[in-house]
């Protein structure tokens, strides 16, 4: 009868009420993840969706529920491979958008040309151009010049599906403009 806030709150070892309350401070599993951050949690959980092992049941306030296919999983039959999340501390995080947004530590004339890209590929594909990619990702890019996928994986705002879909075109951009 739990969602998925309050899960990573038990891992978490938290010293919420509620968890008192239900006693949950007294599993074998509170605390077991305090090692690692309220976002790690939160991506496992996402794969284990995504994967089909875990549900969230919109009739029931999007509470967890084991899935069928996670019962070989559970018994060890079946071996579980996550990605090991991709993130950085928050210091580092607001350090970095800090840097980017105050100081205006990027190329003006690259953005330019990073939007207008984004722009035509809005068009192309009938979206927004924030849905392609926003602002933020753009200056980070006119300050970072990504030029392979693990550089671009790097960037705030870009995974996996929109690296597929957008990135060489912009890749192909910036290692255009550093040439010239």
Not at 11 to 28: E, P, V, Y
Request: proline share 3%; with cysteine; glycine share 8%.
């Amino acid at each position: 009868n739990f969602g998925v806030g309050y899960v990573v709150e038990v891992l978490r070892g938290s010293l919420n009420q509620r968890i008192k309350d239900h006693g949950h401070d007294k599993l074998s599993t509170y605390g077991i993840g305090k090692d690692q951050s309220h976002e790690y949690w939160m991506s496992v959980i996402r794969q284990l969706i995504h994967k089909g092992l875990l549900t969230q049941n919109i009739t029931r306030n999007l509470v967890l529920q084991l899935t069928e296919a996670a019962r070989p999983v559970l018994r060890g039959d079946v071996m579980l491979e996550l990605a090991v999340p991709r993130l950085q501390p928050i210091s580092s995080r607001k350090e970095k958008r800090n840097g980017l947004l105050d100081n205006a530590n990027y190329d003006k004339r690259l953005f330019k040309e990073l939007r207008g890209l984004r722009k035509q590929i809005a068009e192309d594909e009938e979206v927004p151009p924030y849905v392609v990619f926003n602002d933020a990702t753009l200056v980070e890019m006119a300050q970072l010049m990504p030029m392979t996928e693990d550089e671009m994986l790097a960037i705030n705002g870009v995974g996996h599906r929109k690296l597929e879909r957008f990135g060489e075109a912009f890749m192909d951009l910036i290692i255009d403009y550093c040439r010239r």
